[in-house]
């Protein structure tokens, strides 16, 4: 998908936004906050929650899962096979990171847990794969590939040009 580190780098801000916001969306009515939070307080949420996730993809998530990847004994040629095991390893590394942000967050909110930090915590990471993995693989990153490929890729296609 991006060649350069310019396209990398807009795809991961069109990735990271997609998801983002969905997740945020669902993290807050799994917690009942949908209608506690004022229009400013969600913005803000959103914000927060895009920029700690855009760090976290940027600095460590996606280095990681790119050199996993590329290390594993898979035929390459197969350009499906890559997207969907750098998406899995994407995913996981999101996830885990992004549910630690979630559960202090919420305690931050909240000031109590109902369990042990490490249960809840157990918890959120294994609500949020059951969301994020599907969410990843069948909409937002055939989504996001077409409008980076439509809109930002810049060595299209001959085809493409021609039109």
Do not use: D
């Not at 990271?16 to 229009?39: D, I």
């Not at 590329?70 to 997207?83: A, D, E, M, T, Y």
């Amino acid at each position: 998908m991006p060649e350069t580190k310019k396209e990398g780098f807009y795809f991961g801000l069109m990735m990271c936004f997609g998801m983002v916001c969905v997740m945020t969306f669902y993290n807050l009515s799994t917690n009942g906050l949908m209608g506690e939070m004022t229009l400013i307080e969600l913005l803000m949420s959103l914000l927060v929650g895009y920029i700690i996730a855009l760090l976290f993809e940027m600095i460590v998530v996606g280095p990681i899962a790119k050199k996993i990847t590329f290390r594993l004994p898979f035929n390459k040629s197969h350009k499906w096979k890559i997207i969907l095991i750098l998406s899995t390893c994407m995913v996981i590394g999101m996830v885990f990171f992004m549910s630690f942000y979630g559960l202090i967050m919420s305690y931050a909110n909240s000031g109590s847990m109902e369990h042990s930090f490490l249960r809840e915590y157990v918890s959120l990471f294994i609500k949020n794969v059951i969301v994020a993995f599907p969410l990843q693989l069948l909409i937002i990153g055939p989504l996001v590939r077409w409008l980076f490929v439509k809109y930002v890729k810049t060595n299209k296609p001959m085809s493409a040009k021609a039109q």
